[in-house]
């Protein structure tokens, strides 16, 4: 009997970060440990009444029981196009320039198949989501990572890339408000990164995943009231975190009509598209009372206010996040950010995710989610402390 072996690039992959996590969680807790988890990005609270109720009366429509349009329908398009409109003030066309995806993960992680060829370069933050990275070395492309570093206030130094990487590059991903470290970026930095790129033919994505969870000044702007962005960017935007929306799988993507177009070649090839229901819930989302997300904000920031505290008081080092949901800090002397946070899981119960999770200029940080109730977080911090001590 000859066995069966995986894929090359199957075996080469690394776990995702996440998955792993999970595991190790799972097997803490069967030895009947109580864990609190501040790890994975998923927000504590539910998705708001009336984007459920939506889903509950457009799962009845037989419409939506058959394949959806592949493009995403023409009424949540739309609807993104109004939305950007009313929070950018910039004009998208439905019907060319915006992709439904299955949550931005599915669009991030397939666009390397549009854009990238084997060999070439794909420019990564460091530390960053992992996908960037990961789903580009799967198709054979080469991965540069630009470190973000806290004294560049977390943004890459662009002139830093080897001249013969940055020619032959093809993508540039970069995410603001930054997960991991819960930096925001000033508009001169998009401006240089898109001149960057315009320069090289390089096509600058950007992860907007926490564009709406923002606690500073330097709120996000679409890259596209910048001249010459519709035709070397593409911005990712998901409702996962905006709407406590992790589980329906929804987000879009929004660029040039042949940017879009050559997503769309990959992904009618590749799925058939999001439920129709959840993208008629997914316009109740974006169209609706954005009070709700003001709610959300509301509630990041009080236990934003509660962490720096806590941490303060434990003595960590830490820039308290500007946007996104996340604490960057850095682990006590002496340990590694795996040690620190295995360590963390089996004596104190509580999951935060090891700065290396996000790439090698993660070392000697750890990654605190504020998506959990706050008793529990109250819970957590307690015992981090008691842990410390
Ligand atoms: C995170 O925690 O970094 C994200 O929520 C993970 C994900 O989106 O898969």
């Known amino acids: 009997m000859k066995p069966i072996e995986p894929a090359r690039r199957i075996r080469d992959l690394p776990k995702y970060l996440f ?3 999970d595991r190790k969680k799972k097997e803490v807790a069967s030895r009947g440990v109580d864990i609190i988890s501040l790890g994975i990005g998923d927000p504590d609270q539910p998705t708001p009444p009336h984007i459920v109720e939506a889903l509950r009366d457009a799962a009845r429509n037989p419409v939506n029981h058959r394949y959806p349009d592949y493009e995403g329908s023409l009424p949540l398009r739309t609807a993104v196009g109004k939305w950007y409109k009313d929070r950018f003030g910039v004009a998208v066309d439905p019907a060319t320039e915006v992709v439904v995806l299955i949550g931005s993960k599915e669009g991030i992680a397939h666009l ?13 933050p460091d530390p960053g ?24 206030a977390f943004l890459p130094d662009l002139g830093a890339i080897p001249g013969e ?24 930095f998009f401006e240089e990164a898109l001149a960057f790129c315009r320069e090289r033919g390089i096509l600058l994505a950007l992860d907007c995943a926490y564009s709406e969870i923002h606690f500073g000044h330097d709120v996000y702007r679409s890259i596209f009231d910048l001249p010459g962005a519709r035709e070397h960017a593409v911005e990712f935007h998901s409702l996962s975190k905006t709407y406590n ?21 990959v992904k009618t090839n590749l799925d058939s598209g999001v439920f129709g229901a959840v993208q008629d819930a997914a316009v109740a989302a974006l169209s609706g009372d954005q009070s709700c997300v003001e709610r959300t904000r509301a509630i990041f920031a009080a236990r934003r206010q509660r962490v720096a505290q806590a941490l303060t008081r434990m003595g960590f080092r830490f820039r308290t996040p500007e946007g996104a949901f996340y604490f960057w800090v850095r682990v006590p002397e002496g340990r590694t950010s795996a040690q620190f946070c295995m360590q963390m899981l089996e004596k104190a119960g509580v999951v935060v995710t090891p700065g290396t999770g996000f790439g090698p200029s993660g070392e000697g940080y750890f990654r605190i989610s504020l998506t959990c109730p706050d008793d529990r977080l109250d819970e957590a911090l307690g015992r981090m402390q008691k842990f410390l001590a």
């Not at 390397?112 to 990564?124: F, I, Q, S, T």
């Not at 054979?140 to 973000?148: C, E, I, K, S």
């Not at 970069?174 to 997960?179: D, V």
């Open 19 to 21: 998955a792993e996590i």
């Open 112 to 124: 390397p198949h549009a854009y990238a060829d084997r060999g070439d370069w794909v420019l990564v």
């Open 129 to 152: 989501y992992p996908v960037y990275g990961i789903m580009s070395a799967m198709i054979g492309a080469q991965v540069h990572r630009m470190p973000l570093c806290e004294e560049r």
């Open 165 to 188: 990487i940055a020619a032959s590059a093809k993508i540039m991903f970069l995410n603001y408000p930054n997960n991991p470290t819960g930096a925001s970026a000033p508009r001169e």
């Open 245 to 265: 929306m992790t589980g329906w799988r929804v987000g879009f993507a929004v660029g040039g009509a042949a940017v879009i177009d050559a997503m769309l070649k």
